[in-house]
């Protein structure tokens, strides 16, 4: 309720015709959900959601897909009919760790189970849900099932002829942080084919000590110091910087032996300093970029890194900007106090939240009004886009959990939906209800950013923080 009340939602779904999601799809791709929950279903008990891909449950793909098992309203109905552990049984899909429950809740809970209490935002909305497969063994962060995620989701609305907000609360360190890995510009092209909406948090790294940044001149030297606490099983470290500049990186343990300059050698180099193995590769760039990925793994002999300072040392050749930036992975797979002693917290969001045509959203206090500290923040690498393009309600927010019930959570997984909720009211509005049959896409971006309202402490928008300020959907909807 507070969330609703602070993000200006509460008066557009009260007033006369007031606004409900009727007639807009919400999507999400994400750990899954519990289907049982009545927030997730209709007066007469049976679902709302329409489709749900489970992309962890060996045996019936969707069409065209080959992982997998898709479940259909009426399947699902068949196990809501059942009782539950019967039910669970024909419909095997489970939300493990409750994360897509909670976000989904926000974007489209219909409150049924709270009297409306707890209700969500776009609460007469029809849901489509996909839950993400394991991450496929050396793969990096589950690309490519959150990629065949939002192919099924658009693929669906465009069949079913309907409107779709997309929700993405997930995101990692790994990118260059300026819109053009893989991912991001899928997003961007997927977004010119249907009347959709991609919502996307900016992770909650801000705080984290997982990423720096500096400039190096022509023949000069930069060092930057690591800390590794004790039982550090493993880390990767990415350095990020124009192809024009020339640079050879050396790495010093922290009892001070020293290995490189290493030539700047297109490919893998692999090294041993006492009982760690050092493996560094120069990348080139991509037909999508033209930047240089640095990559660095620390790895241990045996179990654990070696504690202590570590110093990775920058020498430049011929530079022309001498910009470098460097991210470790997310700060929840990192052991506290493992990080840069002198970290930048700007150009703190994660992929895919700088993909240029998302809306990427941050968080904030909606019992205080002050920005959540976590919130990733931009400008985006190089490109300096405007990310965050606004701020939600992102601390000890109410929600559904799994099991029936309701618990607050915190982070930019949970302000996203909120914006997701509101972009279906807003394409309900104009779609729908014909006031604006293009009202989908970068112009829900466009109406959201005019609404936003200012956040105290914060002058000059926007801003790499909180964007263009707080979500208010009351005051995004044009006036006619």
Known sequence: ?????????????????????????????????????????????????????????????????VTGTEYTKEEIDKALALEETEGRRLVPSRDFSGHGTAVLGIAAGNGRASGGVNRGVAYESELLVVKMGNARENSFPRTTELMEGIDYLVRQAVQMGKPIAINISFGNTYGGHDGTTLLERYIDDVSNIWKSVFCIGTGNE???AGHTSGRIISEGEETIQLAIQSRQSSISIQIWKEYTDQIEISIINPSGVRVGPVPEILGPHRFRIGQTEILLYYGEPSPYSISQEIYIDLLPVESYLTEGI????????????????????????????TGFL????????????????????????????AYADFSGRGFTRLTNMVKPDLVAPGVEVMTTTVGGGYAAFTGTSLAT???????????EWGIVRGNDPYLYGEKVKAYLRRGAKKIPGFDEYPNEEVGYGALCTAQSIPQI
């Not at 939906?417 to 394409?427: I, K, N, Q, R, W």
């Open 417 to 427: 939906p909120f914006v997701t909720g509101s972009a279906a009211l807003l394409m």
């Open 206 to 208: 801000a705080a984290s």
């Open 342 to 369: 002198f970290p930048t917290d700007a150009t703190t969001l994660t992929i895919p939240s700088s993909a240029s045509r998302a809306i990427s959203v941050g968080a904030y206090d909606a019992r205080t009004f």
């Open 1 to 65: 309720f507070e969330g609703r009340e602070a993000s200006c939602i509460l008066p557009v779904q009260t007033e006369l015709n007031g606004l409900t999601g009727e007639g807009i799809l919400v999507g999400i791709v994400d750990s899954g959900v519990d289907y049982f929950h009545p927030d997730f279903r209709n007066e007469d008990g049976s679902s709302r959601i329409l489709r749900l891909w489970d992309q962890s449950v060996n045996g019936n793909p969707p069409e065209s897909y």
């Open 310 to 337: 570590w110093r990775i040392v920058l020498s430049a050749g011929k530079i022309v900007t001498g910009q470098y930036e460097m991210w470790l992975p997310s700060d929840n797979v990192l052991n506290r106090g």
